[in-house]
């Protein structure tokens, strides 16, 4: 471990001299760059400012010559004298181009000082012949002879300043070589002398970051991981919608017990909300007045509110109303199967935490999820076991309720009861009115009964009625309010009117199918003896089971 060290300490050492060696190397390389980088920049400078100034400078000479034509005698002297002074500056420069031009360049500039001699003797010609009055002469030179050797003139220059400006981009390509080149090698130098460097000292930092965030991570998701767990455990074993708002309650006031957490759910007409559950009643109460679905914005709006300061002028108004200020408040939608259901109201008088948004949505929509499937299973439930026109049990329902009875060894009577001439209804006032009188007759069954019975629409027009731990005289009375309760609704409701036999099975029947067929025996001696009839069957036996 000790020889690590130290050979790890002489490299280290090692590693700054040959830095500083490095770095000398480069500055010195820099500099030679640099200063070459001036050199051309100096010449390159003067080349653009000439070649403009040499191109601007013809076109003054050029409109000085053909403006002197073409106005009156006592404009030409400012268009002479413009013209002078351009040619006396173009001469300058011309003059200092030999003084700085290498040995290449002097025969392009010679070549150009020609034609500008050339030009020269044209242009004072054509201005004496204006002089002289002869300005068509004058504009036949401008048009011929003076554009042939302008041309020349003009290629000349291009050709130097081409020459030129070649001469200048090959210097700064090598300078521009040698800097990146130089530039690679510092860049080389320095990245290796660096990493290593960087490398043993901050190994063992990145490393022990490195382990520090996987066991942040690796413990938040566990945590996650667990509260999911045990929400869903908790969720699973809760059998009813109250069960199941119960144990969302308690797991939002365990896992953020610094919130306030309500649930408003929507009553069966989707008109009003009720406080169905909160998680610390103490502190929280009625957290929300809203009465409405279609007044909480989160249910307007479907989506997540976060509000910061639940006393800002942009936040909820039921929240200002209350007045809180320096809290914050989440409200989320509670959808099942994309239908609303009500809203979950969450406050706390400090700053949202991290994480505390996700955790809320995450255990309320666990929650959400099992009242939906809760609804489900008892909609299902209840479409199996139900009939769809009255809301009665149908057969197999019955049966099965029977069956409990039995297994208890609870006596029961059994009542069957059809509708008098219920086709004849059907044919003369429509299938409508025949729907209406079932379940006409359906609700005065039940407003008749106790909870302890059962009733069941048969089949058709055919109702069965199971007495639990009742007499077949106690039956009878029963079917007699049933038959009052029939004739006094039907007599303000817009209905035409029905009656209904019925027949009382014996109770001594071993099964019900048995009291069934007893009590249709009895049935058909109602309806032989003219129908809106009650016939017990058995009755001797009344008075001992009373």
Wanted: net charge negative.
């Amino acid at each position: 471990m000790g020889r690590r060290r130290d050979s790890v300490e002489v490299g280290i050492a090692v590693a700054m001299l040959a830095m500083v060696g490095f770095v000398s190397y480069a500055f010195k390389a820099t500099g030679r760059v640099v200063a070459d980088a001036e050199a051309v920049a100096r010449d390159d400078v003067p080349l653009f400012g000439d070649a403009w100034e040499v191109r601007y400078l013809d076109e003054v000479l050029t409109h000085s010559a053909s403006r002197y034509v073409d106005t009156s005698t006592a404009e030409r002297v400012a268009w002479a004298d413009r013209y002078d002074r351009a040619a006396l500056r173009l001469e300058e420069i011309f003059e200092i181009a030999r003084a700085r031009a290498n040995p290449r360049d002097i025969a392009h500039i010679e070549r150009v000082s020609e034609a500008n001699d050339t030009l020269v003797a044209l242009e004072t010609r054509i201005l004496e012949l204006a002089d002289a009055g002869r300005t068509a002469e004058a504009r036949a030179i401008l048009g011929g002879e003076y554009v042939t050797h302008k041309a020349t003139y003009r290629d000349g220059i291009d050709a130097y300043f081409a020459a030129r400006k070649k001469h200048l981009d090959e210097r700064g390509k090598k300078v521009a070589a040698n800097a990146r080149s130089t530039k690679i090698a510092v860049l080389v130098i320095l990245g290796v002398i660096g990493g290593i460097l960087g490398f043993l000292g901050r190994v063992n930092q990145l490393q022990r970051s490195r382990n520090a965030a996987r066991v942040a991570e690796r413990n938040a998701f566990a945590a996650t991981q667990l509260r999911h767990a045990r929400v869903h455990q908790g969720l699973e074993m809760s059998l009813t919608e109250e069960q199941a708002l119960r144990t969302l309650g308690d797991a939002l006031a365990e896992e953020l017990p610094e919130w306030s957490t309500e649930l408003l759910l929507a009553d069966s007409s989707h008109a009003h909300l009720r406080q169905a559950r909160t998680s610390a009643e103490d502190r929280c109460g009625p957290c929300c007045d809203v009465l409405t679905p279609d007044r909480c914005p989160a249910i307007r709006r479907g989506t997540s509110l976060v509000f910061s300061n639940t006393g800002s002028y942009d936040a909820c108004p039921y929240l200002r109303e209350r007045a809180l200020s320096g809290g914050t408040a989440i409200c989320l939608p509670l959808n099942v199967m994309g239908q609303s259901i009500g809203v979950s109201h969450s406050v706390s008088p400090s700053e949202l935490g991290d994480g505390d948004f996700e955790t809320i949505h995450e255990v309320v929509q666990v929650g959400v999820d099992r009242i939906g499937v809760l609804r489900a299973f008892a909609t299902t439930e209840t479409q199996a076991s139900r009939d769809p026109l009255t809301g009665l049990l149908n057969r197999r329902s019955l049966e099965d309720r029977v069956q409990g009875l039995e297994a208890r060894g609870l006596p029961y009577v059994v009542a069957f009861c059809d509708l008098d001439h219920f086709k004849a209804l059907n044919d003369t006032y429509g299938h409508s009115a025949g729907d209406r009188g079932l379940r006409l007759f359906s609700r005065a069954i039940r407003s008749a009964l106790r909870p302890t019975d059962l009733v069941a629409r048969w089949g058709g027009e055919e109702f069965v009625i199971v007495f639990s731990e009742m007499n077949p005289a106690y039956a009878e009375r029963t079917l007699h309010r049933i038959r009052e309760s029939l004739a006094t609704t039907l007599e303000t409701a817009d209905q035409p009117p029905f009656t209904f036999s019925a027949g009382v099975g014996d109770p001594r029947s071993e099964s019900l199918h048995d009291a069934i067929q007893s009590a249709d025996a009895a049935l058909l001696e109602a309806k032989q003896a003219g129908r809106d009839q009650i016939v017990v069957s058995a009755r001797e036996l009344t008075a001992g089971l009373a």
